[in-house]
């Protein structure tokens, strides 16, 4: 099967006016970064409790009064109606086509998250009660100094198990805010700190700088995990796209260099091969938030050259996965990635590492942390807390 780099070596210009063509009718990005920044300022050194709500009852609105306004799309027939609405509503922002932009003008556009408070405000549907508190931190890495965010159980005293978790956005767009929902539901619900980090992003710091942040930051979390209320001994890693992938590479790295292993991975639709023309690529092609012409536009952001999209660090599928600590991958049916996924699976099972993967049904990329929203994602939260409770108990 072709790969990523010989497509582009063959097709290079004719791929340019196709992905231009193909994006027209694009929605915004996967979960976009509206402020147009790597990091975020909206938390402090100083812990603040997250507000609370009244339940969705008391709110007036349920998850289940929520409908489409329009036909089901072509490419997903059996899609959630939830996961719909908030493809609807993503569309009517009229953002241009990420693929169109540079990429600090992406950064601007409106987001999945975006989509889903409006979708929950519309329908008088309350924010879930999170007891969480926050805090921001500037830790060191090579070449520099990254953001991260530290979410903190309220019940407790610590210490408490360590989640490393990695945002999504191809390496190129998104923040910690974006994401905040997934790294706070895996807080709350967990019982864990979670350190997500603000790795930076591409074209401004190309590849491998955002592969290195993340293992910089985990390091630093082994180190001072107790400075953060954190058990050193009890620490997972987690991610979502590229960060499900940056999760993986992060876990192979600490193998490789003699750092301590995470006690388990959580991969969500990770980007884990240099492969455009899987099963779900050529399937997905035109799908929403996420479609092939996006997927090309992330890795020429990031990558020198289109042959570094076949690194090992990439290309997961071509790594050594030896000797890896258990790992938990989730996808989402309707979603370019979800061959990604399955091929990084049946890799890891040949590698002797133990893997557990779900892939849900009526649901596209990003519907991870839209569980306050939709019901398939409410599980698969749910899936993914099961796994890592049960990794942090043995």
Known sequence: MKNLFDHFKANYTKSVAVLALAAVSSFTACKSNSSGSSTTTTDSSTTTATTT?????????????????????????????????????????????????????????????????????????????????TMGKEIPVTGGNV????????????????????????????????????????????????VSVAYRLAPEHKFPTAHNDAFDAYQWVVKNAASIKGDPKKIAIAGESAGGNLAVATTIAARDKGVQLPLHVLSVYPIASADMFSPSYNKYVEGKPLDKAMMMWFTKNYTNSMAEAKDPRLNLVAANLKGLPPVTIINAELDPLQSDGGMLADKLKAAGVKVDRKVYDGVTHEFFGMGALVPTAKDAEGYAVSQLKDAFNK
Do not use: C
């Not at 719909?84 to 993503?90: I, N």
């Open 147 to 194: 953001h991260i965010r530290v979410y903190t159980p309220q019940s407790g005293n610590g210490p408490f198990p360590v989640i490393v978790y990695y945002h999504g956005g191809g390496f190129v767009i998104a923040n910690i805010d974006v994401y905040d929902a997934s790294a706070k539901t895996l807080a709350d619900q967990v019982g864990a700190v979670v």
């Open 53 to 133: 709500s009244t339940d969705t009852a008391k709110a007036g609105g349920s998850v289940d009064d929520v409908k489409p306004k329009g036909p089901k799309p072509a490419w997903g027939q059996d899609i959630k109606p939830q996961m719909q609405a908030v493809l609807e509503k993503l569309a009517s922002y009229h953002d241009k086509p990420i693929p169109s932009l540079p990429a600090a003008q992406a950064r601007k556009n409106h987001t999945a998250t975006d989509a889903v408070m409006d979708v929950m405000k519309e329908n008088n549907i309350a924010m879930p009660q999170m007891k969480v508190d």
